[in-house]
T-cell receptor, first 110, second 112 residues
Framework: GIQVEQSPPDLILQEGANSTLRCNFS?????LQWFHQNPWGQLINLFY???GTKQNGRLSATTVATERYSLLYISSSQTTDSGVYFC????????????FGTGTRLTIIP | DSGVTQTPKHLITATGQRVTLRCSPR?????VYWYQQSLDQGLQFLIQ???????AKGNILERFSAQQFPDLHSELNLSSLELGDSALYFC???????????FGEGSRLTVL
């Protein structure tokens, strides 16, 4: 099946810093989503971005499908940004499930 | 609020017991997915239903079963529970035209 790798696995930043999270996938996809899992365990949709670039406030994402990667940018980090960020993809080949990466754990220090 | 409702939010039970987790999808979504998140396995796909029919099966144990009812809500039944079944169980539903998934808040199962 499709492989999804996220980097870095852990990231500790001072409040106000910017960060870039990366997601590499091993096959062509027709769906790519970024999620934030907050400390209470909720999975919050950030972006649905199978290709192109989107922005939502301090967050933006870019997917280059032909090169099989996606980037999530977080600017001016706040403590509420802490948590685990997951990339999940749906392969062009196979069923409709999303395959999740192992996540990037982001900790923002005040 | 994603619009996907899961109950119960927390459940504590003993080994060997059986539990049922319930999920109501977003209005208009026909597909329901179940995922398990445990500490050592990450988010694992269990099973998908579409309009009442099983559509895809993942790493679901034989002790687990699921169904989707005519009103589109779904139930995940976990039986002969073991300590290793302790996990966060998520339900998601998807938008028909894009396939974007939205997740419920999860049911946290603790098996003692």
């Amino acid at each position: 099946g499709i492989q999804v790798e996220q980097s870095p696995p852990d990231l500790i930043l001072q409040e106000g810093a910017n960060s870039t999270l990366r997601c590499n996938f091993s096959d062509s996809v027709n769906n790519l989503q970024w999620f934030h899992q907050n400390p209470w365990g909720q999975l919050i949709n950030l972006f649905y971005i199978p290709s192109g670039t989107k922005q939502n406030g301090r967050l933006s994402a870019t997917t280059v499908a032909t090169e099989r990667y996606s980037l999530l940018y977080i600017s001016s980090s706040q403590t509420t940004d802490s948590g685990v960020y997951f990339c999940a993809v749906r392969s062009d080949f196979g069923n409709e499930k999303l395959t999740f990466g192992t996540g990037t754990r982001l900790t923002i220090i005040p | 609020d994603s619009g996907v409702t899961q109950t119960p939010k927390h459940l504590i039970t003993a080994t060997g017991q059986r539990v049922t987790l319930r999920c109501s999808p977003r209005s208009g979504d026909l597909s329901v997915y179940w995922y398990q998140q445990s500490l050592d396995q990450g988010l694992q796909f269990l099973i998908q239903y579409y309009n009442g029919e099983e559509r895809a099966k993942g790493n679901i144990l034989e002790r687990f079963s699921a169904q989707q009812f005519p009103d589109l809500h779904s139930e995940l039944n976990l039986s002969s529970l073991e300590l290793g079944d302790s996990a966060l169980y998520f339900c998601a539903s998807s938008v028909v035209w894009t396939g974007e998934l939205f997740f419920g808040e999860g049911s946290r199962l603790t098996v003692l």
